[in-house]
């Protein structure tokens, strides 16, 4: 795993405001967010703000339009299949995967805007994101494992995409209606 560029500030979440999570069904969940122009003080108190909101819902990953802010912006803090932790934030990410055929790994995914199930969700075994960190430097994240996970499944929010859009419908409607969504 390589990782260039780290989340600013030595412990993201102390300054930041946890906000209310935006739970599936909320229209700024299921559109694409729009791109972040401007690397400035908003775009450090938006991050601030997306780390205290994470780790008050005990998540491993936060995407802005989770906290009803349109704006392709993540922030996680996970690990990698090697136990390596990496605590990040990312500003107009790209996802590349690797050329099908990919490996895939099945394991238990969960959403914080589709709170409390959690069911078996293929992804690719490996993931990388290139973006820009809040300052606007360019930023570089290699995963394996749950980072992979969290990359894939960030990145999918800014897109427009809730994971519990790509399980089967029948998964999908039972996993809604045990968060109390449907």
């Given at each position: 795993m390589t990782t260039?560029?780290?989340?600013?500030g030595p412990n993201p979440g102390e300054t930041g405001t946890a906000r209310p999570i935006v739970h599936y069904g909320e229209?700024?969940?299921h559109r694409p967010c729009a791109p972040v122009e401007s690397f400035d003080a908003a775009l450090a108190d938006l991050v601030a703000d997306?780390?205290?909101?994470?780790y008050a819902a005990n998540g491993v990953g936060l995407a802005a339009n989770q906290i009803g802010v349109d704006a392709r912006v993540f922030v996680l803090d996970c690990?990698?299949?090697?136990?390596e932790r990496t605590v990040a934030a990312v500003v107009n990410p790209v996802l590349v995967l690797p050329p099908p055929p990919r490996e895939l790994m099945v394991g238990e995914e969960g959403c914080l805007s589709?709170?409390?199930p959690f069911t078996d969700t293929p992804r690719s075994a490996t993931a990388v994101v290139e973006g820009?960190?809040?300052a606007g430097n360019p930023v570089r994240i290699e995963g394996t494992g749950t980072l992979a996970r969290c990359l894939q499944h960030e990145t999918d929010h800014l897109d427009g995409t809730?994971?519990?859009d790509r399980l089967p419908a029948k998964t999908r409607k039972r996993m809604l209606a045990?968060?109390?969504l449907r």
């Open positions: 260039e560029g780290t989340a600013t229209p700024v969940l997306m780390f205290a909101s994470m690990e990698d299949a090697d136990g589709v709170p409390g820009f960190d809040p809730v994971y519990v045990e968060a109390g």
